[in-house]
């Protein structure tokens, strides 16, 4: 079945540092890739999609990129800000299975 | 647009208890979804309605019971809490295959 799979956290930071959270997946047919972040005591939000090989979504200074050939959907940031801790949660939805299948969450910790 | 609207937003019952949680978006969206949230576990899918007038069970759907009421509205039930139920409940809607737009969340503790 289809599956998620990203680090585990917590992953603390400087601020201005660069954020990398590695996500890998596995997949029947063609998924739609997401990055979603938890705020602390709020919902999940849409960070960035990707729907097809090679396409780059970003956001909010945050980038990640569909590939294909290596089954991975890295979520990097050049600088981060203290407002950036959070969870992070990648995500994958296909045609045929409408559901999302998120990955575990990481959480990111940024100080000052 | 207010997007997916949940209530309530705290809950405390009594082992045993009843309760519904509400929820309606505003979207248009033929697809709604209840997750659980618990702490090391992510977001557990506990039902779905992938259209109006069809429901599904999820990965654990033990304890629930959900309604369609229509295409707005999608309400999870549980009939008789239980203390392994205290969690973060959130619903979400979406278009079929596509992102989901979550609510803000119920937080309900079970004594």
């Known amino acids: 079945g289809d599956s998620v799979t990203q680090m585990e956290g917590p992953v603390t930071l400087s601020e201005e540092a660069f954020l990398t959270i590695n996500c890998t997946y596995t997949a029947t047919g063609y998924p739609s890739l997401f990055w979603y972040v938890q705020y602390p005591g709020e919902g999940l939000q849409l960070l960035l999609k990707?729907?097809?090989?090679?396409d780059k979504g970003s956001n909010k200074g945050f980038e990640a990129t569909y590939r294909k050939e290596t089954t991975s959907f890295h979520l990097e940031k050049g600088s981060v800000q203290v407002s950036d801790s959070a969870v992070y949660f990648c995500a994958l939805v296909t045609d045929s299975w409408g559901k999302l299948q998120f990955g575990a969450g990481t959480q990111v910790v940024v100080t000052p | 647009n207010a997007g997916v609207t949940q209530t309530p937003k705290f809950q405390v019952l009594k082992t045993g208890q009843s309760m519904t949680l509400q929820c309606a978006q505003d979207m248009n969206h033929n697809s709604m979804y209840w997750y659980r949230q618990d702490p090391g576990m992510g977001l557990r899918l506990i039902y779905y309605?992938?259209?109006?007038?069809?429901?599904d069970k999820g990965e654990v759907p033990n304890g629930y019971n959900v309604s369609r009421l229509n295409k707005r509205e999608f309400s999870l039930r549980l009939e008789s809490a239980a203390p392994s139920q205290t969690s973060v409940y959130f619903c979400?809607?979406?278009?079929?295959?596509?992102?989901?737009?979550f609510g803000p969340g119920t937080r309900l503790t079970v004594l």
């Open positions: 309605s992938a259209s109006e007038g069809t429901t």
């Open positions: 979400a809607s979406s278009v079929w295959g596509d992102e989901q737009f």
């Open positions: 990707a729907t097809k090989a090679d």
